[in-house]
DNA sequence: CCAATACTCAAACGTTCGTTTAAAACGAAC
DNA sequence: GTTCGTTTTAAACGAACGTTTGAGTATTGG
């Protein structure tokens, strides 16, 4: 921890906020403890952000806004370069996967906060945190399905919508428990090896999408 | 809800904190709620439980001992029927994910609540669940392990076990947010249907792993 | 220099939490 | 019918929660 000092008030309660409710939950991070965390008194978090869920929605739109836009650019950078012809499985996986893997943060000590709170938001039990989620995940998800279906266009659209979940699944959990995932595998897994992930996700993910291409059903 | 008042406090107490921890997560679960719900006094909950940890032990045990014992007893059923040549990759894959699926309670009304919980539980931030789950969870992950190994012989350890996480990821999501799921599909995705989701899954999980059928790098 | 604005602070508000207590109600046994 | 262990009850405990208040201290613009 040790944050440096130097930070505006704001950006370190966010920062705070970010790294406690990755860690904790929604429900189970108390402002008293993010505002001890960042150095501030408590009235300071209501001054800046008026409320806890106020916190909450703008450490989600500190994060996810930038995640959206590099999700929708990735996509967007590959059907470019794609020229008109259908996207490869490959790539698709990849523009889902990539921005989240990398979201690694200003710094290396900040990336398993993000990931963390990235993996945690998916499955927050928590009603207003999904509420102020499902608008910022909208717009990627119908970009994506409409990626899907012009790659795997014989695929029956059920069967694709199930596998994107599929992948937004295995993803999630990654992202949430890194340290479960470590100790679970004595070591031999790596959360943090960002680019040995990702070719390992593609690999893993890719046949079952390309035996969707011939059409099925 | 409306329960049958015929059972006894105990189960009551015990149902209720289950569709309220499955909901709510844990740390967003109270027991005054969990004792309303159960139509019991606040104390009757510490007259049975001692606490509030040592009810979600309870919870927890009374659904994962026989969850722990469906997935042993399958994977061996299949081992049996085998008869010492190495599972194919749809078996094993399909003792991973049977037993949780069709986790549907005693009835079709509460199967929601246990799926919910069983998935809410694997991404739960809250350390004390996630200590008194992993002694239950570890006895079934080496038997996986096990028995992924002995089905390819040939593939990386560590290869191995990551597709191990990224199907129980897959699995826990589904489990944690059916409706969630179904709204993002438009309706075009159903996870209450056992039947088709356990075949998808493993149409769309076994090619990843029959790709390490020979052994890679 | 002063007024106005931006920010910080300690203290308190009312509520809800997990937990405890001690007495009442109950059921079976003698 | 009284005794004794089991179960249920209402009431309260202190602590922690989200939130508000009002006075304080900087900082800025005219």
């Known amino acids: 921890m040790a944050k440096t000092a130097e930070t505006d008030p704001r950006t ?16 189970g991070t108390s402002l008293r403890h993010i505002a001890q965390e960042a150095r501030v008194n408590l009235a300071t978090v209501y001054y800046y952000f008026g409320s806890k869920r106020g916190l ?8 996810f806004g930038p995640l959206r836009e590099e999700h929708l650019a990735l996509l967007r950078r590959h059907e470019a370069a794609a020229k008109g012809r259908p996207l490869s499985v490959e790539k698709v996986l990849e523009a889902m996967l990539l921005p ?21 938001i998916v499955t927050e039990p928590h009603a207003a945190t999904q509420a102020a989620l499902r608008g910022q995940r909208a717009e990627v998800w119908t970009a994506f399905e409409r990626a899907w279906q012009r790659s795997l266009p014989k695929a029956p659209l059920a069967e694709l919508l199930w596998r994107m979940e ?14 479960k995932i470590q100790l679970e595998t004595h070591g031999a897994c790596n959360p943090e090896n960002t680019d040995e992930l990702l070719a390992g996700m593609i690999e893993f993910f890719s046949p079952g999408f390309q035996a969707l291409a011939r059409g099925r059903r």
Chains 1, 2 share one sequence.
């Open 12 to 27: 370190r309660i966010l920062d705070a906020a970010e790294d406690a409710m990755g860690e904790l939950g929604f429900t």
């Open 166 to 179: 599929f992948v937004w699944g295995a993803l999630a959990f990654i992202l949430c428990n890194p340290g």
């Open 100 to 120: 989240p893997l990398r979201l690694a943060g200003e710094g290396p000590a900040k990336r398993q906060a993000v990931t963390r709170l990235l993996g945690r």
């Open 56 to 63: 909450m929605e703008a450490v989600l739109k500190r994060r």
